[in-house]
């Protein structure tokens, strides 16, 4: 397969699952700040989406106060914000339409579909609709890219870079929600009322409330939410089932160049593999997460090094 | 001026091959059609059937509108059609073969040399290139209109980059969806294999000694006004659609660039202008195209379709020479007619043509696309005076021909049913001796009342074209 082919490939489907994980990131946000709270808490939320995504700079050339309204447009619909959802879902399409005559014709047809429904969308219009509908429809919109892909496309290194872009992204998206919900939550947990909200936004966020009942049958602790989150191996978003989707997928489209990068996924595979939640929040949660998404950005430049930049002409 | 209608006969009787569908479609409620055009609007957009508007923000892409009332061709016709463009793309790809060679053409004075030497699309780095098959334009687009009955005129040959094939069998698939009780009712000749078609003419042309070739697209890139039909060929052929940047040259050897290393590509179908193939050999600012290309098919290690220098011979001051060429090779009678034409290099051509300016077409030499061209009796007293000035200015630049008229059928426009001018383009096809095409054609049809200018980048539309089976 052409480099630039795979390269477009592997971009479509990180675009597309970081739009779905920002919809999940700002509706638990928006979630959260409907439970009474200081306004103070309230903005410090909104404004940990800003730092996430390491917009600062960005944000203050556009508005000059924190809240729910400008955070909402500005990372929703703001054509300027090339990390907006809005963006994400252009870019996806973008990538999508350079490789249209390799990826199925519906899969093609979703990611356009998607993108010229988007465009007509502003954020008034967002807005009187009900904010959570919006963010329901970007999941949904991903949850059909994903389908087609798995419906209909020939399982071959298309798909495997398609899957790679898919789930490197996700891990790194857990991370970041997980990360910086934590964070915020973390030090005013109280074990009250407030707490057990919050908690249980977050869970619906990454579709896990149902799977932690299901899976601990027991009220909602923090250290079992990292659990979930970060070493379950069957939990189709946490950390652990990711880099095992990762590896599998890395191992199938090996070629010359790629066995230091294979060796780093599975050394990381590996202490997911055999970690110990109480050994993670020992060594502090968010150092852990840090270290993690580190990793996770050297291994994208690793794939697109050894697979997706066009290699040296001799070889 | 009176226009031949193609679907009714002067005194508003339908002709007999439209019988069918103009009972049709009297018979069908009006609501029902309006629902399925809405319908096929909503899935070309969704399909992504667009192209890019030159001179329009960049990136923007448009639909080309599409008629559901078909251009229909009875087999008769068509035979006589297919015979006809058969012949000439024959001697066209014979005439490239021969100025690349030998010349006997100009040594036998059928053609001015200096027209052919001089031309800018002359390529001198083809001179002695044997190219596989002797076959040049592996893909011609042949414009064709009607001006009356059985009377067929050929308006240009293109063979360097000719588009619109994908939007022929897009519009096939759109008809059979929507209608699919017409096609019980009428013998449409099919056109859907077209791809494979055009497959196995590239496989053909393979350099010597390669027997399972690998043959690529080669696309300017997404940004492209034809960047759908692309995609959509190398799609439906299962190729590569490659860009310039995704293929190098090393030792006389062209490669792509793959997740599993470089792999050796025997054939592009290459859809790059000559200008921008290659920044070694012809324009260096060129970011499209591969350096040392050009090399590499000189050396017979890769084919280009179609080949280099096409173009001198689809060039609006050649064809008039057509005709002579088809006696000169194949010693026949062309069937296909050439439109009168007024070369304004000639003292005489240009004092008629600057006489006559409002009754005539005038075209730049080297235009394409319905750009810098004027249509006199449609022209207001300004754009003749503006085409008067560039005239004087570079005669050379232009030729001139009367305004043909144009044949028309009913179209779908905003105040209901009306007639529009119409052009029919056939893809012909060409390997070695073996010469073919898929019937039809796409019809390209003029939706502004009364225009002659049926190019999509002016506006214009397209129809499915049928040619009906005995």
């Known amino acids: 397969m052409l480099s630039r082919t795979a390269d477009h490939l592997f971009w479509m489907s990180r675009y597309i699952e970081r739009a779905e994980n920002l919809a999940r990131l700002l509706d638990v946000t928006w979630q959260m700040s409907l439970v009474p709270q200081s306004e103070e808490a309230a903005n410090q939320n909104w404004n940990a ?27 929703v619909s703001d054509p300027d914000n090339y990390a907006s959802i809005t963006s994400c879902l252009r870019l996806a399409r973008e990538n999508a339409h350079a490789v249209r005559g390799t990826i199925t014709t519906e899969m093609w047809e979703t990611m356009n579909a998607t993108w010229l429904e ?19 429809w970007v999941k949904m919109r991903s ?25 490197l992204e996700r891990a790194d998206n857990t991370a970041r929600i997980l990360d910086v919900k934590y964070h915020v939550l973390r030090p005013h947990g109280d074990e009250g009322a407030t707490d057990f909200y919050q908690w249980g936004a977050l869970l619906r966020s990454v579709s896990a409330f149902e799977v932690y009942r299901k899976a601990y049958r027991d009220v909602i602790t923090p250290e079992r939410v990292a659990e979930l989150l970060i070493l379950r191996n069957d939990m189709p978003r946490s950390l652990h089932f990711c880099m095992n989707g990762v590896l599998k997928n890395l191992e199938l489209i090996a070629n010359s160049h790629s066995g230091e990068t294979l060796r780093q996924v599975g050394l990381l595979h590996a202490q997911l593999h055999y970690a110990r939640v109480e050994d993670i929040l020992a060594h502090g949660l968010h150092q852990w997460l840090t270290d993690f998404m580190d990793r996770i950005y050297a291994l994208g430049d690793g794939i697109s090094k050894d697979f997706l930049v066009p290699m040296a002409e001799a070889a | 001026m009176n226009f031949y209608n193609e679907m009714y006969e002067t005194d508003g009787q339908v002709r007999a091959h439209y019988a069918r569908y103009d009972a049709w479609l009297k018979a069908t409620p009006a609501e029902r ?17 667009t192209f890019a508007v030159y001179g329009e923000e960049a990136g923007k892409e448009r639909l080309i509108p599409f008629d559901i009332i078909p251009r229909i061709i009875p087999s008769k016709e068509w035979k006589s059609m297919e015979r006809g463009m058969r012949q000439r793309v024959k001697a066209l790809n014979m005439f490239l073969w021969d100025i690349y060679h030998d010349q006997e053409i100009l040594k036998a004075g059928k053609i001015p040399a200096e027209q052919v030497l001089n031309n800018t699309q002359y390529r001198k780095v083809m001179q002695g290139v044997d190219v596989p098959g002797q076959v040049y334009a592996h893909i011609a687009g042949v414009d064709l209109v009607r001006a009356g009955e059985g009377e067929f005129y050929v308006l240009e040959d293109n063979l360097r980059v000719p588009s619109g094939v994908s939007y022929m069998l897009e519009d096939r698939k759109m008809m059979m969806r929507l209608f699919p009780e017409l096609f019980a009712r009428h013998k449409v000749a099919p056109v859907q294999h077209y791809p494979d078609m055009l497959l196995e003419k590239l496989r053909a042309v393979a350099p010597n000694g390669v027997s399972n070739p690998t043959v690529v697209v080669l696309t300017p890139g997404a940004y492209n006004s034809a960047y759908f039909e692309h995609s959509f060929l190398a799609q439906q052929m299962g190729v590569e659609l490659v860009e310039g940047r995704d293929l190098f040259v090393k030792d006389e050897v062209v490669y792509m660039r793959t997740t599993q290393g470089p792999q050796r590509v025997d054939v592009i179908y290459r859809r790059i202008d000559d200008d921008f193939m290659d920044p070694l050999a012809f324009r260096a600012d060129s970011a499209l195209g591969v350096p040392g290309i050009l090399r590499a098919y000189q050396a017979g290690n890769v084919t280009l379709s179609n080949a280099i220098g096409t173009g001198v011979a689809d060039d609006k001051s050649i064809y008039p020479y057509v005709p002579d060429m088809i006696r000169f090779y194949l010693d026949e009678e062309p069937i296909l007619n050439n439109v009168p034409t007024y070369m304004c ?3 005489d051509d240009l004092a008629y043509v600057l006489a006559h300016l409002a009754e005539l077409v005038v075209k730049e030499v080297h235009g394409a696309g319905g750009y810098g061209m004027l249509v006199g009796p449609a022209s207001t007293k300004e754009q003749i005076e503006h085409f008067r000035q560039l005239l004087i200015a570079k005669p050379d630049g232009y030729i001139a021909q009367p305004t043909l008229a144009l044949s028309n059928c009913p179209t779908f426009v905003e105040e209901g049913i009306a007639p529009r001018h119409l052009d029919l383009r056939p893809f012909v096809l060409s390997s070695g001796k ?11 049809v003029a939706l502004t009342k009364g225009s002659l200018v049926v190019n999509s980048s002016q506006g214009g539309g397209t129809k499915d074209t049928w040619v009906l089976e005995d």
């Open chain 1, 49 to 75: 989406i800003i730092g996430l995504n390491s917009l600062e700079a960005a944000y203050a050339a556009k508005y000059s106060a924190v809240n729910s309204d400008n955070v909402l447009h500005f990372m």
């Open chain 1, 118 to 136: 988007a465009r007509g969308k502003s954020f008034e219009h967002i807005i009187n609709a009900g904010i959570g509908e919006f963010f329901e």
């Open chain 1, 143 to 167: 949850s059909l890219a994903r389908g087609t892909t798995l419906g209909t496309l020939l399982q071959d290194e298309s798909f495997h870079f398609i899957r790679l872009g898919t789930l």
């Open chain 2, 33 to 49: 059609i309006e629902r399925k055009r809405a319908e096929a609007d909503l899935a070309f957009h969704r399909v992504g059937i």
């Open chain 2, 345 to 347: 290099r000639k003292k």
């Open chain 2, 434 to 444: 073996c010469v073919n095409m898929v019937p039809g054609g796409l019809t390209r």
